[in-house]
Nanobody
Framework: QVRLVESGGGLVQPGGSLRLSCAASGIIFNIYVMAWYRQAPGKQRDLVATITTGGTINYSDSVKGRFTISRDNAKNTVYLQMNSLKPEDSAVYYC?????????WGQGTQVTVSS
């Protein structure tokens, strides 16, 4: 069964940090481009960061310098380290695996940044 399972979300104060994890099963993980998206209430789902099979990384301008995406192919897991969090980072964060026309989504994990 193909699954992406996110974890690590929660409530954090502004300026704090969280580390999200996304564990994949049922796929050959190392041939997929992995990405994190986020969606705030009433807004569209936006791309946050991507990491290719070769390790090339891209970030949205809104998180550049604060977030770090990484992958561990031995553990079939992709991570998102989020530092210096702001209230506007609050959203449901989704993991995505892409290869060709195939797109696989996780169920999402809530991140709330509030004092």
């Amino acid at each position: 069964q193909v699954r992406l399972v996110e974890s690590g979300g929660g409530l954090v104060q502004p300026g704090g940090s969280l580390r999200l994890s996304c564990a994949a099963s049922g796929i050959i993980f190392n041939i997929y481009v992995m990405a994190w998206y986020r969606q705030a209430p009433g807004k569209q789902r936006d791309l946050v960061a991507t990491i290719t099979t070769g390790g090339t990384i891209n970030y949205s301008d809104s998180v550049k310098g604060r977030f770090t995406i990484s992958r561990d192919n031995a553990k079939n897991t992709v991570y998102l380290q989020m530092n210096s969090l702001k209230p506007e980072d609050s959203a449901v964060y989704y993991c995505n695996a892409a290869r060709g026309v195939t797109r696989i989504w996780g169920q999402g994990t809530q991140v709330t940044v509030s004092s």
